[in-house]
């Protein structure tokens, strides 16, 4: 859908530089990034700070597509930090870093509303016939306007579209990381891009 791709686009970067916990729009790190894993797992304080200062603002935009808050977006990105450092002696130097601790970060989201159900939520548009979107409208909205887009999504439909028509994964693999059947995801997807066209067909018609 039109919608989607144009969603995709947009939801880069997320984070603003007031929003991003503790980073500096001047940070520079004259280190590697081998040099500052191998730092880490040194123990040496620096490194740590360093290694949170680099990834802060893209993870906590992770973060606030999963979170039902800022706040909670925060307590997420603080966990999943925690995470990184006692599991950094997993990581086996090959791939993308920056992946390896966006998954960390993503799978500490899921837990956090691991206990949530999904199966039986409604926004009330589900049955609503389609309406036509302006591809151009997703591309007039602010990234607040589009973070909130997403954020107002009930849970369950903002973890399957963050997990499949953002991070990419099957909805097999959404599935499994859910603790749901895969036609539920799929289902939960469509209801998902069926509520943002409504949303985004509504700021449209506000902006003409």
Request: net charge neutral; with cysteine; glycine share 6%.
């Amino acid at each position: 859908m039109p919608i989607v791709s144009a969603f995709l686009r947009t939801f880069g970067e997320f984070a603003t530089p007031a929003s991003r916990p503790h980073s500096s729009p001047n940070y520079r790190n004259p280190l590697n990034e081998y040099e500052l894993i191998r730092g880490c797992l040194r123990g040496s304080a620096q490194c740590q700070r360093d290694l949170y200062e680099r990834f802060a603002g893209k993870m906590y935009a992770v973060c606030l597509r999963y979170a039902r808050t800022r706040e909670d977006a925060a307590d997420i990105l603080q966990e999943g930090f925690l995470k990184v450092f006692s599991k950094l002696g997993q990581f086996q130097f090959q791939g993308s870093f920056e992946g390896w601790v966006r998954r960390v970060m993503v799978n500490t989201a899921l837990r956090a509303y691991q206990k949530q159900r999904y199966d039986f939520e409604q926004t009330g548009y589900e049955r609503l016939p389609e309406l036509p979107v302006e591809p151009d409208a997703v591309g007039m909205l602010s990234e607040s306007e589009l973070l909130n887009l997403v954020r107002q999504l009930p849970d369950g439909y903002r973890a399957v579209f963050n997990l499949v028509a953002i991070e990419g994964y099957s909805h097999a693999e959404a599935a499994n990381l859910l603790g749901i059947q895969e036609s539920t995801s799929r289902s939960q997807l469509t209801k998902a891009r069926r509520h943002l066209e409504v949303e985004v067909g509504k700021l449209e018609r506000i902006m003409i």
